[in-house]
């Protein structure tokens, strides 16, 4: 479940979003879109991190795996597909997609991280962000 607040001033689709933890952290609304995107997909056991206090560089990683490369490929398509469709911005760079383990979509305030399963297991790249509040994204 999100918590919507107001938009920040000078943060124009921000919005505050509650954590597992009971924290609050400003995400972009993109981000929570490209997590439900990938959840529409049937990424797994897709997650979004709050990194503004823990990383300072991006708001956001929304981490996502799928079972194979051919997953991988249509969650990134589905991913960009959505958020163009809800903020009409692609993603500045998307590195990865040759070999497809692992793809990463730099939105600026936001990452998306698609991963193969092995691939996510052997970076970890939640226990490496442990202390990131994990947001309820669901609803």
Same mark, same amino acid.
């Given at each position: 479940?999100?918590?919507?607040?107001?938009?920040?001033?000078?943060?124009?689709?921000?919005?505050?979003? =509650?954590?597992?933890?009971?924290?609050?952290?400003?995400?972009?609304?993109? =981000?929570?879109?490209?997590?439900?995107?990938?959840?529409?997909?049937?990424?797994?056991?897709?997650?979004?991190?709050?990194?503004?206090?823990?990383?300072?560089?991006?708001?956001?990683?929304?981490?996502?795996?799928?079972?194979?490369?051919? @997953?991988?490929?249509?969650?990134?398509?589905?991913? !960009?597909?959505?958020?163009? =469709?809800?903020?009409?911005?692609?993603?500045?760079?998307?590195?990865?997609?040759?070999?497809?383990?692992?793809?990463?979509?730099?939105?600026?305030?936001?990452?998306?991280?698609?991963?193969?399963?092995?691939?996510?297991?052997?970076?970890?790249? !939640?226990?490496?962000?442990?202390?990131?509040?994990?947001?309820?994204? @669901? =609803?």
């Amino acid at each position: 479940m999100t918590v919507p607040a107001k938009a920040e001033p000078g943060r124009p689709g921000s919005l505050a979003t =509650a954590s597992d933890r009971g924290e609050e952290s400003t995400v972009p609304t993109e =981000a929570l879109v490209a997590a439900r995107a990938a959840d529409e997909k049937l990424g797994t056991d897709t997650v979004v991190l709050g990194m503004d206090e823990a990383l300072g560089v991006v708001d956001a990683f929304v981490i996502t795996s799928g079972r194979n490369t051919r @997953q991988v490929q249509a969650l990134v398509e589905e991913i !960009e597909k959505q958020v163009k =469709a809800d903020g009409g911005r692609a993603p500045t760079s998307i590195e990865g997609l040759r070999d497809s383990s692992w793809v990463l979509m730099d939105y600026g305030d936001f990452l998306v991280h698609v991963f193969m399963e092995e691939t996510r297991s052997f970076y970890d790249l !939640e226990h490496l962000w442990s202390a990131a509040p994990r947001l309820r994204w @669901q =609803a």
